[in-house]
């Protein structure tokens, strides 16, 4: 069982596919050869058996291809599996079997509007959307768009401090949790044994003896080496309520997609941790994988906490096997926003906000492309990984054609070689357009943000790729007129420092060396 759970076993099943294809083919022409024949009729019989073989595969190919056609997945991903059901007909059509891309199903569908939508809705205050329309009227489109699209309304009566650094974070996590009373919600894609988890986990426990709700949602692919098979069932042992999002199935279902990316702690209501960063020790730099990894963290304190106390109630919902009447009234911040003295004094405008593959809408790539379709003066952005489609490398790149300062981090030590080389392929056209890239040299940047004119910026899950685009659930940020976002914009300038700042010269010495290569990597991409 052990050996199904590692990360590396769908791509053990890939490569048997891709086997098997070659055996399967060298087969037929090995069977082809035995049956040459100077008779003419027997050399006829094999010629339209071997023509009938070829007919069917054909067929099956363009029915699949018609199915992939009529999906509601993005166009891109569409292309990639008409191409490889084409190119390789029994591997590609095993894999698009095992492994696409199911998310809009009607059993999906049908739980997003029975269990989701009815908790996940908080609804922005008349007040608050009238101050924002007053102060703010070009950003009012897009938070409208976010209430509808992700239920979750804009607040007021919040406040925002941003972590530059996850190891920042870290014990300003450990004293909120110590302070929960009444309930501690977290949703994670990653949780590792280690310094951090181990730190958490010792409190979840001790809060859970004195009776404070504790769950825990993290995802089964995501956690697949960091914790033992099992993990759960141990943490319920200890009085922690624990579910696995979309467990793993090996010997059944192979697919990776539709994992869930959030990250959430949500405490009592009116404190919430959320940003880029897992529940693993590199993280905080307890552990050096590559290099020194620069994430980001950001505490919440008021009114928009619900927005992601929802999120979570909602997804809990959904995937628990026992349906409970949730009284989400119950959980809100005003029963328990006294103890810690009221709300905050308003500190600009928070809208927290979920993207879900279920719903037929890119949340998060609509966040973006409107943060630079707003930009006047200057556009920073970091991601971890630049797989883009080519709607948002246009609204890059319309940003700096229209004098916006634009400017892209990326890590300069991948995680993943592969997807690294990628991403790199992507810097030429921006470059060309004026964008000013930059790797972050002593290490690996895992933060995701979009800030813009000191007014407004985006700190979530969401990576520039396609499966965080659009296979996975997500989380996002979206604050206007927060002091935060002058504290974002200060630590991606610090950042640069650090960096090596990329010239189209050195890209277009690097393109000659891997055109080709690229070329290839970049027929993966929306598969990646």
Known sequence: MKLFRRAYFPKIIIGLGLLIQFLAIFALVLWASTKIS?????????????????????????????????????????????????????????????????????????????????????????????????????????????????????????????????????????EELKKA??????????????????????????????????RLIYDDVGSLSSIPYGYDEKLRKEGIKCMIYNRFRPLMDIRMNNRDHRKIMVIDGHTCFTGGFNIADEYINAEERFGHWKDNAILIKGRAVENFTTMFLALWNAISPNKEEIDKSYYASEHFIDEIGGYPETDGFVQPYTDLPFDGQAVGERVYINICNLAKKYLYIATPYLIIDQEMANAIMYAAHHGVEVRLLTPHIPDKATVFQITRSFYGPLLKAGVKVYEYTPGFVHEKVFIADDEIATCGTINLDYRSLYLHLECGTLMMGCSAVEEMRKDYLQTLDLCHQVQLEEWEHWAKRNKTYWGSLRLFAPLL
């Open 181 to 214: 009373k009444h309930y501690i919600f977290m949703e994670f894609f990653i949780v590792g044994e280690g310094k951090f988890f181990g730190s958490i986990v010792e409190i979840l426990k001790e809060k859970a003896s004195q009776g404070v709700d504790v």
């Open 38 to 174: 100077t008779d003419p009729k027997v050399l006829t019989q094999n010629v339209r058996l071997i023509i009938l073989i070829v007919l069917v595969i054909f067929v099956v190919d363009c029915v699949l291809s018609l199915i992939i056609l009529n999906s509601e997945s993005a166009d891109v991903y569409k292309i990639t599996w008409i191409f490889f059901v084409f190119a390789l007909p029994v591997l590609g059509t095993l894999l698009y079997l095992l492994i696409a891309n199911k998310a809009t199903s009607k059993r999906n569908r049908k739980k997003v509007q029975k269990y989701i939508h009815p908790i996940q809705n908080v609804p922005s205050l008349p007040e608050t959307k009238q101050a924002l329309d007053q102060r703010f009227p070009y950003f009012t489109g897009l938070t409208s768009y976010l209430e509808s699209s992700s239920r979750g309304g804009v607040h007021q009566q919040t406040s925002v401090h941003y972590y530059g650094l996850v190891d920042d974070a870290f014990q300003p996590i450990l």
